[in-house]
């Protein structure tokens, strides 16, 4: 059986050791802008998840290009 005592402070070890290897500053200013923000306000509203959330999806899955799924990358059909 795991010790989830032990996973937990494995986990919090790794998280407090963490190093990021890149300045993401530029990519978080581009999520949080206003127009962008609007935009995954309104999938927020529709869908229930976090504004948030959608942005760091968005941006993981199609670098916030629109033109393609928020939901694996692909582009939509036009």
Same mark, same amino acid.
């Given at each position: 059986?795991?010790?989830?005592?032990?996973?937990? %402070? %494995?986990?919090?070890?790794? =998280?407090?050791?963490?190093?990021?290897?890149?300045?993401?500053?530029?990519?978080?200013?581009?999520?949080?802008?206003?127009?962008?923000?609007?935009?995954?306000?309104? #999938?927020?509203?529709?869908?229930?998840?976090? =504004?948030?959330?959608? %942005? #760091?999806?968005?941006?993981?899955?199609?670098?916030?290009? =629109?033109?393609?799924?928020? %939901?694996?990358?692909?582009?939509?059909?036009?």
């Amino acid at each position: 059986m795991i010790d989830l005592n032990a996973l937990a %402070a %494995a986990n919090a070890k790794c =998280w407090a050791n963490a190093k990021l290897t890149r300045n993401f500053a530029s990519v978080a200013r581009h999520l949080v802008a206003a127009n962008a923000k609007t935009h995954y306000q309104a #999938v927020s509203a529709k869908t229930g998840v976090p =504004w948030a959330v959608i %942005a #760091v999806i968005h941006q993981r899955e199609c670098s916030q290009d =629109w033109g393609g799924s928020l %939901a694996q990358g692909d582009p939509h059909r036009r």
